[in-house]
Structure formats: C-alpha cells, structure tokens
C-alpha cells in the first residue's frame, strides 16, 4: 500500500527510463489497485506486464466494495494471491486462498501464489509441512493443465523485511530445497514431473540489486517477487541487470 496514482505514474516513468528491454527477463509490475488502469495506458505493455495485488474470488454479486477477477481479466495477466500479508492481517485462510487462485485461473489470469513459514514455524522446523499445506490445498481444484498457469513464490516470512543479514548460502540452501525441492515435489505427486518441471517457482524474501544475482542463479529458482526494492528505480533496474545476466550465463552454459 505504497503510493497515490500520480507518485505511481512517475515511478513508472523512471522504469521505462531507466530499464533496458529484456527479451529473456519478464518484467511484472503490481501497482495499487487505482493505479492499475492509469498505468496500463501508459507503460508500454510490450516491455512489462500488470499484476493486481489482491481480488476476490467471486465473479459478481452483492459485495460491495471487493473487486473480482473477472473485473480484472482483460486490464493484469497475473494477480498475487496468498501473499502473507493478507494472511495475517486479513485472515486469509487456506480455504479462501483456494478460492482465489480457482477464480484467478477461471478468468484466465495467473495467480502468483505466495507460501511460505513464519520465523516460529521456521525455528521448529516446520517448513516442509507448512509448504505442503498450503501449496496442496491452493491448487486443489486445478487440472494438471491448469497448474503450469500458476507461479508459486516462495515466501520466507522470517526473512521479509527482517533487516537481518541473511547470507547467500542460507537463502540458497533454503530456496533450493524447499521452494524447489518441496514444492516441485508436491506438485510431481499430485499432477506428474512434467508438471512440476514446467511450474515457474519464484523467491520473495529482502531481495535487492546486491543479492539478486545470488539468488536468482540458485538451483529450482525462476524468479522474484520483489518488494520494497521496487519503489527505489535503479535499484529496481540494477535487479533486472541482474536477472539478465543470470539469463546469459545459463545460455552460455556456464556455472554462476
């Protein structure tokens, strides 16, 4: 919940400023939802794609004040749904984050589905189960077709905005096998391994220009979804700089 529709317009200015075009990095931006339309006539949709930050999973009806997917299908191509904020402040439960990511893929939009543990579920070494839990329950209304339209973001609650250092090779090591290994495995048990092997997995956890190519070279790990980083341009810039050359190294065939 950053910023009014003229501070997002010029945020958006400086990105397509400031951003080179990537033909092998996809850009996403999720402004707030009343910048959404505004922006969408103005960056070049060729470069980077919307995403909505938040929708309600039924079509229509009497719920005044929510917005459907359905209202969203021809303005985003994705939506973020599960995101750990809405779970802890909204009450988001694993019921309703189903729901969503139902409606989501019903108006042919991709749901960016976050999972992930708190610092307590962490600590106890709960991750593997949590992961499970929530990522079985989101797709269970999917087909094995369905679920390759989904993006699943890994999202570390301990380590979102913790100030902590965290190293490189704790974050790998956590990226690795649980947002790849757990999460693909999960998916390989219920749709195939074609399917899980085609899912785009993404990290969201204090991501910024420094560590994104750290992160984005480790093992299972497709993407980010990035936060605060976002609102500060070159530094946004500097992360897809980062992104590309990932993208060239792994062309080159070379070990980053």
């Known amino acids: ?9 010029l945020l958006a200015h400086h990105w397509q400023e400031n951003i080179k075009t990537h033909s092998s ?5 999720a402004p707030s939802l009343l910048a959404l339309q505004p922006l969408s006539l103005q960056i070049d949709r060729r470069r980077f794609r919307l995403a909505a930050q938040n929708a309600f999973d039924k079509d229509e009806g009497a719920y005044t004040g929510e917005v459907s997917f359905a209202m969203l299908r021809e303005l985003v191509h994705y939506v973020i749904v599960g995101h750990s904020e809405r779970r802890r402040y909204f009450h988001e439960t694993l019921e309703v984050v189903r729901d969503k990511v139902a409606a989501a893929v019903r108006n042919e939009i991709m749901p960016i589905l976050c999972i992930g543990e708190t610092k307590q579920e962490h600590e106890a070494q709960e991750t593997k189960q949590v992961l499970h839990d929530q990522l079985t329950s989101a797709i269970s209304n999917l087909t094995s077709q369905e679920i390759e339209d989904v993006v699943i973001a890994y999202e570390p609650v301990w380590a979102i905005s913790s100030g902590t250092d965290y190293t490189h090779h704790e974050v790998a090591a956590q990226t690795k096998w649980q947002s790849s290994r757990f999460i693909r495995q999960d998916i390989a048990e219920l749709y195939g391994q074609s399917a899980a092997d085609n899912t785009n997995v993404i990290y969201g956890g204090s991501s910024n220009a420094e560590n994104a190519f750290a992160f984005l070279s480790t093992l299972g790990v497709n993407g980010l979804l990035i936060g605060g980083a976002s609102l500060q341009y070159l530094e946004f810039a500097g992360m897809v700089s980062a992104a590309e050359r990932v993208q060239q190294s792994k062309a080159k065939g070379t070990s980053s």
């Open 1 to 9: 919940m950053n910023l009014n529709v003229q501070q997002s317009s």
């Open 25 to 29: 990095v996809e850009i996403v931006l």
